[in-house]
């Protein structure tokens, strides 16, 4: 009999290649593999024969019977003190600040790295699961446990790039101790629903750090970003967090490098931003993702998108906590620069985030029921929009990004030919921008207005 987690998951393009399903499988049958798209997925390595169903039981976007909602309540809900958003979750404190000694190397403000080294220095975990460079071109990242902050500060960091958690999940299994994890949003929460079921997972993994996540990226986002970047030869390192002092932290560059010791650098400008916002190689998994902010994590780190933060070339973190053990940790906060945040800004830093995983994915799953495709129980209702543009928006950026994972799966990558391919929607999309910002230029002149006799910049 077929595994359910390939019937129900994979052949309905809904797998994010976490790698919890292949980690758990009591008869060993499943294991993770690169899919035509550059995305991991598992496969049977032998034919299911115990079909006790765990693989979809611990699958992030399989219908568990559980979601964000259900797992936070159980976890943070008798927090005292604690609160709730409907976009953030449960939030204990949130916070805006860094860690001078580990920003620069750091996607933001490096309080992700600064915390898992707290961790170890205090004595809460023994080892930490996080992500770090490989030097195979195979496979440019990887998740790994380390020992030592030394270790831990070598992947800082983010990483775009698809990793899966099978192989650390097994040796967390065979190997007592406390460990801390970071992960995307879908991660901790199949982290979490394989701690239902599984009593090693659930007392071992002792603090979990979530990274707030607008969409993942294939393996070939990172093949198309390095050809406009020009590199000609095999990549065997990317930083996709590079900052340079004459260029603000929002216009970040990602700095390759190669077999033949080739160096390139390509700005967010000069075509990132591009390929990142009109979701080109995104997982189509990432379209039925309603978690902002890591729901079911202990903690979750980001970007201080906000105007204050975003010009200074460092970079800046936003924490949102929802564990006191955390909490503490940072109270006594050595070599940390943390102030208190409403809560307020931290969602509006993800305004665009919020808008994808929920407004259109209202309009998503809209339009799945017109077609009648099966996709998992979401928190968000099915919506058509009433703006037309945004409605536009939507539609093209689906288009894009089936096209973006079709293109390079179709043989020989030329560029010229995937930019020409792509063009057309590019150009529709700018259009109706032009159109909705000419249609809605009084609105927004009164709101500004509005915001100013407030006197709050932010509305
Ligand atoms: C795919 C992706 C999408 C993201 N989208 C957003 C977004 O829309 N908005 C936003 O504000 N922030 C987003 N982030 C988070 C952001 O890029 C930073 O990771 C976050 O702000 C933490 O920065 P830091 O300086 O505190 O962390 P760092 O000190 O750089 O440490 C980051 C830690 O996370 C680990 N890590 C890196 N990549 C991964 C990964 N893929 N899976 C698990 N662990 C990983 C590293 O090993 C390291 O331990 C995203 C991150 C990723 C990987």
């Not at 953030?88 to 620069?104: D, F, M």
């Not at 199949?190 to 996540?213: F, M, P, S």
């Amino acid at each position: 009999m077929r595994s359910s987690v390939i019937t129900t998951v994979v052949e309905n393009e809904l797998c994010i290649g976490c790698g919890l399903c292949a980690a758990l499988c009591p008869a060993g049958e499943l294991a993770m593999q690169w899919n035509r798209y550059g995305e991991y997925n598992p496969i049977e390595v032998t034919p299911c024969t115990t079909a006790c169903g765990l693989c979809l039981k611990v699958c992030p976007f399989a219908d568990t019977g559980e979601n964000e909602d259900t797992i936070g309540k159980e976890l943070y809900g008798g927090v005292p003190g604690i609160s709730h958003r409907p976009e953030t979750g449960y939030h204990l404190a949130t916070y805006v600040g860094y860690s001078e000694r580990h920003r620069q190397t750091s996607a933001s403000g490096g309080v992700a790295t600064w915390l898992l080294e707290a961790l170890l220095t205090e004595g809460v975990v023994d080892h930490v699961v996080c992500v770090t460079p490989t030097g195979d071109p195979e496979k440019l990242f990887a998740f790994r446990v380390f020992d030592t902050g030394e270790d831990v500060r070598n992947g800082a960091g983010s990483a775009y790039y698809p990793v899966e958690m099978s192989a650390v999940i097994r040796h967390i299994l065979e190997t007592p101790g406390r460990y801390a994890v970071t992960g995307l949003p879908c991660f901790i929460k199949a982290i979490r629903l394989a701690q239902q079921r599984n009593a090693k997972l659930q007392e071992r993994i002792v603090v979990t750090i979530g990274l707030t996540c607008g969409q993942l990226k294939s393996r070939h986002f990172t093949d198309y970003i390095a050809a406009l970047a020009g590199v000609q030869g095999e990549v065997t390192g990317v930083c996709y967090r590079g900052k340079s002092s004459d260029h603000p932290a929002n216009n970040y560059h990602y700095a390759f490098t190669t077999t033949e010791g080739e160096e390139r650098r390509i700005y967010w400008n000069e075509g990132i931003g591009e390929a990142w916002n009109n979701r080109w190689f995104t997982p189509k998994a990432c379209n039925y993702c309603d978690d902002i902010f890591a729901e079911c994590a202990d903690v979750t780190c980001m970007d201080a998108w906000l105007p204050e933060y975003s010009m200074d070339s460092k970079g800046t973190s936003l924490v949102l906590v929802r564990s006191p053990q955390v909490q503490e940790v940072i109270a006594r906060g050595q070599g940390i620069c943390l102030n208190p945040i409403p809560v307020e800004l931290v969602v509006q830093s993800q305004g665009g985030v919020v808008a994808v995983k929920r407004r259109h994915l209202a309009y998503r799953l809209y339009l799945d029921e017109q077609t009648g495709r099966e996709v998992p129980a979401k928190r968000v209702a099915p919506e058509r929009p009433k703006n037309p543009f945004q409605r536009q928006e939507i539609v093209l950026k689906n288009k894009m990004q089936v096209a973006s994972r079709n293109l390079w799966n179709s043989g020989e990558f030329d560029m010229q030919y995937f930019r020409e391919a792509m063009q057309p929607n590019l150009s529709r999309l700018a259009a109706g921008r032009q159109i909705s910002e000419v249609i809605t230029f009084p609105v927004r002149t009164i709101r500004y207005i509005q915001r100013k006799v407030r006197g709050t910049y932010y509305g």
